[in-house]
């Protein structure tokens, strides 16, 4: 197990313990009682520490899209009905995730919606809350963590430089994990929406199958199905911990943006224990809803509660980008 997983399974199993805290939107960690900069001060701060930092490491997470546009996943909203719009009034359900568990009368029309959502995030563009981020990190070092699976990161920057620790909607997977393989989904997601046309289903032979064993295929996503952790999982945590490794020693700035209150044991509590354990490490936070900060990290952290993409916008002018 590498290293940056080994801190995500002590997350988890703080998340197990208090569940309930979770859910309703709280943390069970003591939070600072300072009280936070103007917010002029904050962007102000927030571009001082990143043009001074040696590295910075970014965690993006759903608000993070969410702020660009990519809202649709939660809620029933026109983005929602722009994308989704046939399926929602021929189904009944809001939100693009409570589509991934629509029990679907047949395989064929579960896959013309999956082949839909799949559509929607490896076609779009890259959203302008990614572009002014990547201004604020020109000609810095720097490593990009998300949990996001919408491809907008990898669009934006090599292989490499992002790790996609909850799976990539340009991938499938056997859905029952009979083997340790993953291959492209974009290709047979363009031919399905082809065939489907207007309709909500997809014909029975294209349904997705596994190479290896023929059962049906899925996306490599965590949350709908047997995620295959597998060697491409792996790879993925041993890029960011190889990353984190190698700068330990530097003035290192952890970014988090947009994490809710389902998934902090990925980034936002990682991230708090490296502020922390390391010497030099920051860490900022920007959230449209959540201001938290540990007491413990109060002298080297903010946070920053506003929408993402003005915060982003904002620090990118200030820093004459």
Not at 188 to 204: C, F, H, L, Q
Not at 254 to 270: A, D, S, W, Y
Not at 277 to 303: C, W
Request: glycine residues 8%.
């Amino acid at each position: 197990m590498t290293f940056y997983e080994e801190l995500v399974m002590q997350t988890q199993t703080n998340f197990s313990k208090y569940y309930g805290m979770y859910a309703s939107g709280k943390t069970p960690y003591i939070l600072t009682k300072k009280k936070p900069l103007p917010y002029s001060e904050q962007i102000s701060r927030l571009v001082q520490e990143l043009n001074e930092a040696d590295c910075i490491v970014v965690g993006g997470a759903s608000g993070l899209s969410a702020a660009g546009g990519g809202d649709f996943y939660y809620e029933d909203n026109a983005s929602y009905r722009k994308y989704f719009g046939r399926f929602a009034e021929k189904y009944g359900f809001h939100g693009a995730f409570a589509g991934m568990q629509y029990p679907f009368p047949t395989r064929e029309e579960h896959w013309g919606y999956v082949a839909t959502f799949l559509n929607t995030t490896q076609n779009a563009p890259v959203r302008e809350p990614y572009l002014d981020l990547d201004r604020l990190l020109a000609e810095k070092d720097f490593f990009i963590l998300t949990t996001n699976q919408d491809t907008q990161f990898i669009k934006l920057y090599p292989e490499e430089k992002v790790s996609e620790i909850q799976g990539d909607h340009r991938f499938l997977q056997c859905a029952k994990c009979c083997t340790d393989d993953t291959w492209d989904a974009v290709e047979p997601v363009k031919e399905m929406i082809r065939a489907m046309g207007n309709d909500t289903y997809v014909p029975s032979e294209m349904i997705p199958r596994c190479p290896h064993c023929g059962g049906e295929a899925f996306p490599w996503v965590r949350g709908y199905g047997n995620f295959l952790q597998g060697k491409k999982y792996e790879g993925e945590y041993q890029k960011i911990s190889d990353y984190i490794l190698k700068n330990k020693d530097r003035k290192i700035v952890f970014l988090e943006l947009g994490v809710g209150r389902m998934t902090p044991m990925f980034i936002q509590e990682p991230f708090w224990n490296l502020t922390l354990s390391l010497p030099h490490a920051r860490y900022i936070a920007v959230n449209n809803k959540y201001d938290f900060l540990p007491q413990q990290i109060e002298d080297k952290g903010m946070t920053i509660v506003g929408d993402i993409a003005k915060v982003l916008r904002d620090a990118v002018k200030l820093a004459g980008r």
